[in-house]
């Protein structure tokens, strides 16, 4: 069942994606931007998390996940640190994939050559 | 001397030849509908070197020595060297003329560049400010990418609109007085900006700039349509050029068969993944360097109006919203009078 | 001169402009995001099964994935399955591996620091800069008003 929710959801969230893409002529740049706002602000909204206990990674691998990690990160750390949160929880939970971003992408990019 | 047709029309009754060509193309171009009429076979895109961009400037100074080499000249003796590529400040024709000893201008047109180049060649022969004049253009399908677009290896979704830029390098040397197929006018285009900013449809931001250079040209020549056997816009590709059959329709002009486009003929947009079809300046040129030089040197066609395009916007300019200006600078091919297959063409 | 560039050109362009396939391309891309997001939902699975609480197996997963988008990038296959899933293969994380490693592999002769080192979020960059901004406002809005 959990596999079939991530698949549903998953490719429901990136069809509707391509659809914000074939039909107002927006460039992958700024519908991938449109995603990680959406899902900052439903995370604000209270609305992310249960989608994700529904869905699991069917709403944790669409990029709008990352709008939801650095929303939660905050939250957590504003409520432990106040005010200062505002800055170290920004990547205290999106700190792994920012992270693994740049190490694999660093060492990929060294070791590989575009085939075009 | 030449002589002025109109403000933008010309004659030139010197008649200079396009006395050889040479060409390498890739792999996608040779396995097109026209491979059979190319030269070098480019298989690794890189050939041999570190980058996109070393490579396309390898294959400019490549096609430079070839067309030397097939027609027995010396770089000595060129007087008169105009080349263009669509890299960043022309970089790809200026990185291969380092190494060869030939008066140079570069000059930009973005894919109508063959065109330009071949009138500016055909008008210093006529002004006597040149005898042996080489034109080179270029363009590689990565380093456009690159250059124009996005990183070869992001997955971005190409539209049904966007065309295929075309990797290859292409050289002609042009004389007066000498064998082969003639540049016997010109009409240069103006800049026409029809507000499209897509970069995916090239072709329709292009068709209103060919429209009016080719209207212009039968006007101020005086000549119908049937007075080609073939009139060929360069990288419209399908779209572009059905919005340009459309818009001619429009003004008064059936083309019907005789009507074709170089981003059309470049590739079996059935068969291979180009989308409308192909661009680039490698596009038109090399349908000119083998197709057409072959057509016209057998006497196939006699008379041909070649209206190459170009797409004048920058990768700043679209960011900025800005709209894609565009030109067509066309020019009137014919084969050698009393040359090979005289009497079996139109 | 006709109209070559007003009202009448833009009709004639919209009625030859072929329109894209949006019912197939949303399948498509329905199809492919549904897929890496099942892959997505295995890895997960198998951190759990390890004894992970599910954020730190979700955690885990994402590195998995971006592993993943990024070797399938150099290996060049990336693009080719976003030439036929789109969005579906743009959105995943995967697709954001892919964003940050192709503008830094086609670079790398730009040298280690200009080229790879500063090119690196030049695609992936504006993802990073909206979902902080919009992350810290979205969470400051919350615990202003709900204390968390």
Known sequence: MSYLLAFLVGGGLTALGQLLIDGTKLTNAHMMVVFVVSGAVLTGLGLYEPLLEVAGAGAAIPVSNFGYVVTQGVLQKLQAEGLFGLFSGIFSVAGGVIGAAILFGYGIALLFKPRG | MATRLGRRSVTFDRAPAIIETANLAGAMEFDGPLGEYLQVRIDDPYLGEASWEKAESRMQEEALRAVLRRAGRQETEVDLCITSDMLNQCTSCSMALRHLDVPHLGIFSACASLTEALYLAATAIEAGTAGLVMVDVCSHHESAERTYRFPTELGIQRPPTAQWTATGAVAFLIQAGAAGPRITGATVGRVIDAGITDPYDMGSAMAPAAVDTLVTHFREFGRAPDAYDLILTGDLARVGSAVARQLLREQGYELGDRYSDCGVLLYDAERQDVHSGGSGMACSALVLSGFLMHQLRTGRYRRILLAATGALHSPTTYKQGESIPAICHAVVLEAEPGGAGEGEGA | ?148
Request: glycine content about 16%; aromatic content about 10%; hydrophobic content about 50%.
């Open chain 3, 1 to 148: 001169m006709g109209d070559l560039q007003g009202a009448q050109f833009q009709a004639t362009v919209e009625a030859v402009r072929p329109k894209p396939d949006y019912i197939g391309n949303a399948l498509r891309a329905f199809l492919v995001g549904g897929l890496i997001a099942l892959l997505g939902q295995g890895v997960t699975e198998y951190f759990l099964a390890a004894g992970y609480t599910t954020p730190q197996a979700g955690a885990r997963a994402a590195v998995v994935m971006v592993f993943l988008g990024a070797i399938l990038t150099g290996l060049g296959w990336y693009d080719r399955i976003a030439q036929f899933g789109g969005a579906g293969a743009a959105i995943p994380v995967t697709g954001f591996a892919n964003a940050v490693v192709a503008p830094a592999m086609e670079t790398h002769p730009e040298g280690t620091v200009m080229g790879t080192g500063s090119q690196l979020f030049t695609v992936a960059g504006p993802v990073i800069t909206y979902a902080v901004v919009a992350g810290v406002l979205s969470a400051l809005a919350r615990w202003l008003v709900l204390g968390g």
